[in-house]
């Protein structure tokens, strides 16, 4: 097999088997589902849309380390791996450069005279390798290394503890990202805060309202009677009288299916999970009523006539007190336990909630439906019950109702900047590429070779670094460390924007500089005669490399604060943006970038004359074309990005907040519950 193709299948391989693994829980700790862990998977904790997204990254990154090992699979024993190239012929018996001249055509930044220190200044790629022809397939890296290392990724060969390691970092860094498990954790825990308030204000000392609302009578007998049967027995009753409401009202309609809910197909997904709260449900009023003597159609238990019951009669002649305060801490204890576990029940019940609300299972009506005078006793019911849900859900529904709800949008601007950034590569490769690749090279090459240059310099500049800032920011947001850049104070925006570059240009100089230790194998003879120069390579490739990826850091950082900015609208002022908001950011933009494409570009070609002379280091005209080039390059790119990116976030606001305003909660809902959220 080719060693292209047996690199792609490798890939390929790990497209496939990769979300089994993304797909496992990094939430097994947590408080708030461990009761729940076995049944919601991570692809159930979030919309489709977002668990793709999330996948995407995951894959990606495998996909980064896959290459990265196979390119340097010589690092595989000393990670604690097993030695793959003692069987097989890998990179280190890499094919070895003629000692003839190569031919000096090449896609790069800057033309040197010097053949042996071509390779630092060509991160990416060449147009003509040595002058002895090889196959376009072959890339150096035996087959037999790409599908091994493949296999070990995705789990299918026996792995190493640093690799397991870093993939469940990486797996959990992905549902961080992606707000697995902490944004339905949130959305319950701020429902838990919330008394969902099944009786009016006129029906407070009522103990069956006149409006059932689905949920059958035995269910509003079993509230009160519960209440004052544990009357002194619970240090929190009200806690208590709560949680009933909320249970049987919510198993009621969602558990016994009496409330009509919406997307049929994904409810099934959550079957299991229904039914295990249902038999959670059935243990827990079995209890209770066996505890409070309940049973249908019986006069409701007061505090007077539960005194007589068993539990309560008066020792016989001869205990001491001593029994008697026995038998009441007993009592009490068993009131509490069964308390605790209705509150258990009711946290669960509002995950579910939450879930149903993310997955669009729940989705508010458009409108303010009244149930009409003549409608029947079943229509009115179910349309007083759902008012009531919406109004106990209202927050969840106004996405925009505070920091745990807001969407980052990382996942949008990551796509819109890696298609545009993608996109412009190929059409500058084409026009004006060839005039800028004859200033580097004096030659144009071949159109194909240009084109995947320009779009894996693109890809490794400015996408990278725009990746690794939005995904450190939205972690620092799932942690609540976050600054909004716009309206923080300098003193917290500097060092939190200092970091976001410095992280993000690190990373990106450090993928560069990988692919240039890759290729100088390749042309310098192997791993064995490159470590030689080793050092050399690295210092010249840096001074070299490292201003590129500079640009795609500031870019990433204008993201962010477009990206904070736009959060921090309000809905009249998102209403009133019209498309000069877009472009008067995209203006200031392509000026930032423009500025930063020629310093940077300037950087590159004095370190550059350094390397050719260092006693009196001189930029050619050569050097004043490229800087030209770069700087318009990178103002276009800085345009298009912050412009699309702009607009895309305000056709999302503007979208969600057209729905938010028409499904606005029928009834003001204030809070009552007097418990704070499960830890």
Known sequence: MPDLVALLFGALIIGVFSYERFNKATYGSRRQLERLVDLLTPDKLRARKTVFHAYTFYALTMLLIYFFLCAYAEVIPYLGGPDILAETVGASQLPTAPTDEADGSTVGFVPLNNSESVFWAQPLSSETGPVEKRNFLDIGIDPSISLTIALIIVGLAPTFPVLQRFEDWMRSAAHRLAGIPTRVIGAGEDLQRNSIQLRDEDELDVEIPKNSLLIPRGHWERIPHYTKAAEGQLADPQDFHEDLDLIFSISSWILDRK???????????????????????????????????????????????????????????????????????????????????????????????????????IIPDSGSQRPEKNASSSVRQQLLAKKKLEAFLSDLFNEHAGPVHARSHAMLTILWSAGITIALALAWSVFPGPYETALQSGSAGSPYWRALGYATTSF??????????????????????????????????????????????????????????????????????????????????????????????????????????ASA????????????????????????????????????????????????????????????????????????????VAEALQNQRRRQTGSTAKSAPLVGQTSTKSRTAAS
């Open 259 to 361: 409330l009509k809910l919406a997307n049929a197909s994904q409810r099934e997904e959550f079957d299991n999970l229904e039914a295990a709260l249902t038999r959670r449900r059935d243990v827990l009023l079995l209890e209770l009523d066996e505890k409070s003597g309940y049973q249908a159609g019986e006069p409701v238990v007061t505090a007077e006539n539960t005194e007589a019951t068993p539990e309560t009669e008066a020792p016989h002649e001869g205990n001491g007190s001593g029994v008697n305060s026995a038998a009441n801490e007993k009592k009490r204890a068993s009131w509490e336990r069964l308390a605790e576990e209705a509150d258990h029940l009711a946290d669960d019940l509002c995950i579910l909630l939450a879930l149903y609300v993310e997955h669009e299972i």
């Open 569 to 644: 609208l309000s809905r009249a002022e998102v209403s009133q943006k019209t498309m000069a908001w877009s472009r008067g950011w995209a203006i200031r933009a392509a000026i930032v970038m423009g500025l930063c494409g020629g310093v940077t570009r300037f950087l590159t070609s004095w370190a550059s004359a350094l390397n050719r002379s260092a006693e009196q280091p001189q930029l050619d005209a050569i050097d004043h074309g490229l800087i030209a080039y770069a700087a318009i390059y990178s103002a276009i790119l800085g345009f298009l990005v912050v412009f699309c």
């Open 460 to 565: 490794n500049s400015f996408c990278v670094p725009i990746i690794i800032a939005l995904a450190l920011r939205d972690g620092a947001r799932q942690t609540h460390r976050w600054r909004n850049m716009s309206q923080a104070h300098w003193t917290k925006r500097l060092p939190q924007a200092a970091v976001l570059m410095f992280v993000s240009w690190a990373v990106a100089t450090l993928f560069i500089i990988g692919l240039v230790l890759w290729r100088s194998a390749i042309e310098s003879g192997g791993w064995e005669e490159n470590q030689r120069t080793v050092w050399a390579t690295l210092q010249a490739s840096f001074e070299y490399n490292a201003p590129t990826p500079l640009r795609g850091a500031v870019l990433a950082l204008l993201l962010v604060v477009l990206l904070d900015s």
